[in-house]
């Protein structure tokens, strides 16, 4: 079983930035892939971005390309996600999830929820007009 807890998430004022941080409880094996997702109230969960914990292989939501950047820390069993140009409407709980997946060290970046096993208790993101 493996543990998250995002870390990293405040009050920030339109284009602005933010750096957070998902610490896994222990090693994260090579063939999970690790996502972020986020939900604003009386909306759905939406995928934002995911990567491969081996490989260079990264995937990003539309709305945020060009602003967010994922990245992994292999030793520090850790994920980051890079916000930057914060905009009111990424205002939301951001969750940093794990795709299980199988043995295989080719398993797409998949967007959908449903799809990851764990998930971190979420950290809150607020960017003010």
């Known amino acids: 079983q493996v543990q998250l807890g995002e870390s990293g998430g405040g009050l920030v004022q339109a284009g602005g930035s933010l750096r957070l941080s998902c610490a896994a409880s222990?090693?994260?094996?090579?063939?999970?892939?690790m996502g972020w997702f986020r939900q604003a109230p009386g909306k759905e969960r939406e995928f934002v971005a995911g990567i491969r914990w081996s490989g260079s292989a990264s995937l990003y939501a539309d709305s945020v390309k060009g602003r967010f950047t994922i990245s992994r820390d292999n030793a520090k069993n850790t994920i980051y996600l890079q916000m930057n140009g914060l905009k009111p409407e990424d205002t939301a709980v951001y969750y940093c999830a794990a795709d299980t997946g199988s043995s295989s060290y080719t398993r797409p970046i998949y967007r959908a929820d449903w799809e990851y096993d764990y998930w971190g208790q979420g950290t809150q993101v607020t960017v003010s007009s």
């Open positions: 222990g090693r994260i094996p090579s063939t999970y892939v």
